[in-house]
């Protein structure tokens, strides 16, 4: 083998395994002797030679190849739980270990709330390149923080497996040909009910297929009727339902009627366009909901001194209906009853809706380094990853096949629903399941904020349903034009 310098001046030859170097005869350039800078650059080029070529065969360290740079992302995490970003540090180790080219950093929330921190990261100009956290995504797309993930989910699809993610989950973060996040966590709403309460009764248990129709808003009224028990003082010693009232959670009892708080439009574009809360089918929700306290009395006053879903929870009503699912979905706690999920009941005669809450992982549009950042959430998203994250913090997993431990701990906690029952729940919630709208919708925090307290009036009987919808109308119709 030769290799000659760039002038011709210097001559590596290797042959039969030995190797010499030799300054080739006759060649000197004008005007520069012995000891002049020529000389001096040669040299140099022949030290550097010899280093790459000798260097490993002579041990001596860091020889023989050049260090490349390492790409260096940066994570944010969440840090109010400390066993999840203890997590998080792991995974980042695992992730490190298998790709020994990426550097990630970790930046916690620690002394500010998860999403002021994102603002101030953004506001300064030091945004992450990747984090997750349901929120407000719609309105990190609109501030244009978001990198548009389709063209790399089209090129590895393969291996995202994307028939492996839940449905409505896979969807929640679309729009149009855009993907914004690649869905990590995914919880569906239910009605729960307790199954001793439902046996005491002489009931059926609620039908677990969302296809059922025979399980109606006046079906429910009946079996609520059935479990409840006065007590003194206008309380309940036991209530049929807990109906839960809470902000986003509201737009439950209008999905179930076939009613919706927004336009199709607003919710195509993430843009709110025109409110549709006064309408018709959401006053027949709305009326059928606050009725369930104060004219069929089978529900517990939302503002008495044990709040509706405490009354479930506490095991003194037979069903729950409009809460969250993490009381129980996302708690490994043995309850001191059995319990079971069932759809929420049709209000009307078109399909119900049922809440779904998505978070997922999303790519800064600043990132410098794409393919780096994309390389994690691939990884992050991965079966084993997922499945390990739910281990942790018991929440279900975006995957169907992540679900598997998480649906037999489910099941156990149960004590009445088997492991196969659980998931075909689980799966009829992703069927008929829409994202939560705060997580959908662009500038959210303004409408819910003047919601809450109009709404807190309603459910307190204190306001009609028609003028409580009528007052929301004419705020979110004033906010919707201020942002046009």
Not at 21 to 48: E, I, M, N, Q
Not at 270 to 278: D, S
């Amino acid at each position: 083998m030769v290799l000659e310098g760039a002038d011709g001046n210097m001559v590596l030859e290797a042959a039969g395994g030995e190797r010499v170097l030799r300054c080739r005869a006759g060649h000197r350039k004008r005007g520069v002797g012995f000891a002049g800078r020529g000389v001096a650059v040669v040299v140099a080029v022949a030290t550097a030679v010899i280093s790459s070529l000798l260097g490993p065969a002579m041990g001596i360290p860091g020889a023989g190849a050049t260090v490349a740079a390492k790409t260096k992302i940066t994570l944010y995490v969440d840090a109010g739980n400390p066993m999840k970003v203890k997590w998080y540090e792991q995974v980042v180790q695992d992730f490190e270990r298998k790709n020994p080219d990426i550097d990630v950093e970790v930046i916690t929330s620690a002394g500010s709330t998860y999403r002021d921190k994102l603002f101030t990261l953004w506001a300064t100009g030091n945004p992450p390149d990747v984090w997750d956290e349901g929120g407000a995504v719609r309105t990190y797309v609109e501030n244009g923080w978001l990198l548009d993930l389709a063209p790399l989910v089209a090129r590895d699809k393969e291996e995202l497996q994307i028939e492996d993610f839940m449905p409505a989950a896979w969807r929640a973060y679309q729009d149009g040909k855009h993907i914004w996040g690649i869905p990590f966590i995914s919880a569906g709403s239910f009605v729960f009910y307790n199954t001793g309460l439902i046996d005491q009764a002489g009931l059926p248990r609620p039908p677990l297929s969302w296809d059922d129709r025979s399980w109606t808003w006046d079906r429910m009224l009946q079996f609520a009727q059935k479990m409840t028990i006065p007590g003194a003082d206008g309380q309940l010693k036991q209530a049929g339902v807990s109906a839960v009232h809470w902000s986003i959670m509201d737009v439950a009892y209008p999905w179930m009627f076939g009613g919706d708080w927004f336009d199709e439009e607003t919710y195509r574009t993430g843009k709110p366009n025109r409110t549709t809360i006064n309408s018709p089918e959401n006053v027949k929700a709305y009326q059928s909901a606050v009725d369930l306290v104060w004219k069929h009395k089978v529900a517990p006053n939302p503002e008495g001194a044990i709040s509706p879903s405490q009354y479930f929870y506490n095991g003194q009503a037979g069903l729950m209906l409009g809460a969250g699912p993490w009381g129980l979905l996302g708690r490994e706690e043995k309850r001191s009853f059995s319990w079971g999920m069932a759809p929420v009941p049709r209000g009307a005669s078109v399909d119900p809706a049922t809440i779904i809450y998505t978070d997922p992982w999303m790519i800064s549009s600043a990132t410098k380094n794409k393919e780096a950042a994309w390389k994690f959430v691939k990884f992050v998203t991965s079966k084993e990853v997922m499945t390990s994250f739910s281990d942790m913090i018991f929440l279900p997993p975006a995957r169907k096949s992540a679900l598997v431990n998480y649906i037999r701990k489910l099941a156990t906690l149960s004590g009445t629903m088997t492991a196969q029952q659980v998931l075909a729940a689980m799966e009829g919630a992703q069927r008929y399941g829409r994202e939560s709208v705060d997580h959908v919708i662009h500038g959210w925090p303004d409408f819910d904020r003047v919601m809450i307290p109009i709404f807190a009036d309603m459910w307190g009987n204190r306001k009609s349903v028609p003028q409580a919808l009528a007052d929301i109308d004419e705020a979110w119709s004033a906010i919707i034009r201020k942002m046009k």
